[in-house]
Structure formats: structure tokens, C-alpha cells
């Protein structure tokens, strides 16, 4: 049993079994072994006990036969506890051999199982070391990429804000220029606009004077000759201002007078070319030209 060993796997060194298990197990066999023993020596004596009082019995009946019975008593006595001796040590050295079989067999399996765990174990911590070293080479890998991508973003945002700035400048300039423009075309349009309605104001000044004369000039003819048919020529449409369909008493036509007006500082011989025209045009028998200002 001292041949048996174990081997630590990680520092290599071999330590005996028996030291330890083997010599409780070796104690505990012995015990049960001296027990069983014990009851049969009991049992043998406990016979014994009986022939011996079988032979006191036999001494009785035979006291010539004592000695030689008593001889060979001794001497089976002997015999048996030798041949039973025999066998006890036997069976005890053969139990031993089995039981230090048994104990070998399941330390060599427990021995097995223990390097099966440990195989499984140090794979598994290799494994889970493989697997932290890919976790920081990646890590290290990402914490390289944020500080490239930080780079490359903040390289970008400078370039992006150079051109932002280039452009809101061109527009700004663009926009100064276009402002400078349109404040130029505003003056333009404001002179303009200023001179059509000076223009405008001069003009409707004349006409709504021309009007006012032709509104009295009408009102008097309506006033003097109430037979008659005074009525303006509309706005826009070619002819002189008013025209007079003269009646007699009898409210039947008689002819057509056309009256123009002219309400203005300054005379214009043209007028009265333009009032002829208007006269053939409408086929009036006379024509008046009422003006303010005469000719010279």
C-alpha cells in the first residue's frame, strides 16, 4: 500500500495515501476483522465450554478413559485453534488485499475525475482569458477609433466652420451689395414715383378743373334751353364734352350743337382743329369751344 501515491498537478509532488486514509481504512478492517474473530472464538469456547462438560459428564461415567480423553481434548483443542488461527489471518489478509483493491480503485477514479475537472477548469480560464485580452484589445481598438473620429470630426468642424464663415461673408457682401442696389433702384423708383405723381397731380388738377367747367357749362345750357337734350360725352370715348340736341316746341330734333371745354392757363390753337374734327365726326350743326384762356 506505501506504493500508492498521488501527484499535485501544479506543483508536481508525490505524497503516499496510506498515511493518511489508507491507515484509517486499514484500522477500521482490522476492527471489524478482530470482531468477527472475537465472535467466533466465543462460540468456539462457548463449544468447548459444552465438551468439557460433556467430558466432565463422560469423566463421571469413565474416570479410566480421563487422562486420555483429556489428552486428545488438548490436543483437537489445540488443532482447532491453530487450524482456526490459520484461518482467521487469512480471510483477514485477503479482506485487507480487497479492501486496499477497493480504495485503490476508487482513489485512481477520483484521481481521474479531480484531472478531469482541473483540465475542464483550466480550459475554461483560458478560455475566459482569451476572451478579457479580445475584450481589451477591442476596447483599446474603440478608445483608438473615438480619439480618430474625435480628430477627424473636430478637423472637419474647423474646415466646415472656415467655409461657413467664407460663405456667410460672401453673402453678407452679396447682400450689402443687393441692399446697395435695391436702395439705389428705391431712390430711382421714389423719384420716379414722386415725378408720375407730380405729373399726375398736375394732370388731374386740369382735368378735374375741365371738369368743373364742363359740369357748369352743362348746368346752364339744362338751365337755359330745358327742351333740349344736354348729355356728356362719356369718359374715353373720342368727341368733344357735351352735346346739345336742340327741340322745338314740339320736342322734335332739330340738330346738334357739341360743346367743348378747356379750363387752362395757356391757349392752344389746336384745339379748334381737333374741335372740327369732332363736329364732322358726330355731324353736329355747330360746334362751341368754351376756354379760359384766349388766344392772343
Known amino acids: 500500500m506505501n506504493d500508492v501515491t498521488l501527484k499535485c498537478p501544479q506543483c508536481g509532488h508525490r505524497f503516499p495515501l496510506t498515511n493518511t486514509l489508507a491507515a484509517q481504512l486499514r484500522g477500521e478492517v482490522e476492527a471489524t476483522l478482530t470482531q468477527r474473530h472475537q465472535a467466533e472464538l466465543q462460540q468456539l469456547a462457548h463449544q468447548l465450554a459444552q465438551a468439557q462438560a460433556a467430558q466432565q459428564e463422560a469423566q463421571r461415567r469413565a474416570e479410566a478413559l480421563t487422562q486420555a480423553q483429556q489428552q486428545a481434548l488438548e490436543q483437537a483443542r489445540a488443532e482447532l ?12 489478509q485477503q479482506l485487507v488485499a480487497q479492501e486496499a483493491a477497493r480504495l485503490r480503485e476508487q482513489a485512481q477514479l477520483q484521481i481521474q475525475q479531480f484531472e478531469q475537472q482541473l483540465a475542464h477548469t483550466r480550459q475554461q480560464l483560458a478560455q475566459a ?3 478579457e485580452l479580445a475584450l481589451r484589445q477591442q476596447a483599446a481598438q474603440v478608445a483608438e477609433r473615438e480619439r480618430t473620429l474625435e480628430l477627424e470630426i473636430a478637423r472637419r468642424v474647423d474646415g466646415q466652420r ?14 450689402q451689395r443687393l441692399k446697395l442696389q435695391e436702395k439705389d ?23 378735374l378743373q375741365g371738369e368743373v367747367l364742363e359740369l ?15 348729355r ?10 357735351l352735346l346739345q340736341e336742340v327741340r322745338d316746341a314740339a320736342l322734335a330734333p332739330c340738330g346738334t350743337i357739341v360743346w367743348e ?12 382743329a381737333k374741335l372740327k374734327d369732332d363736329q364732322r ?16
Open 281 to 296: 365726326a358726330c355731324g353736329a350743326s355747330l360746334a362751341v369751344l368754351v376756354s379760359a384762356a384766349l388766344p392772343p
Open 261 to 272: 371745354t378747356k379750363n387752362t392757363k395757356h391757349w392752344q390753337p389746336a384745339w379748334i
Open 81 to 92: 485453534e491453530a487450524k482456526l488461527r490459520a484461518e482467521a489471518s487469512e480471510r483477514l
Open 162 to 175: 472656415r467655409e461657413w464663415e467664407e460663405r456667410v461673408r460672401q453673402i453678407a457682401a452679396e447682400e
Open 232 to 241: 356728356p360725352v362719356p369718359k374715353g370715348a373720342a368727341g368733344a364734352d
Open 216 to 230: 357748369d357749362i352743362q348746368a346752364a345750357l339744362a338751365a337755359q334751353f330745358p327742351r333740349d337734350v344736354i
Open 185 to 207: 433702384k428705391t431712390i430711382e423708383d421714389l423719384k420716379r414715383l414722386l415725378e408720375e405723381a407730380r405729373r399726375k397731380s398736375e394732370q388731374g388738377s386740369q382735368e
Open 129 to 131: 482569458q482569451a476572451a
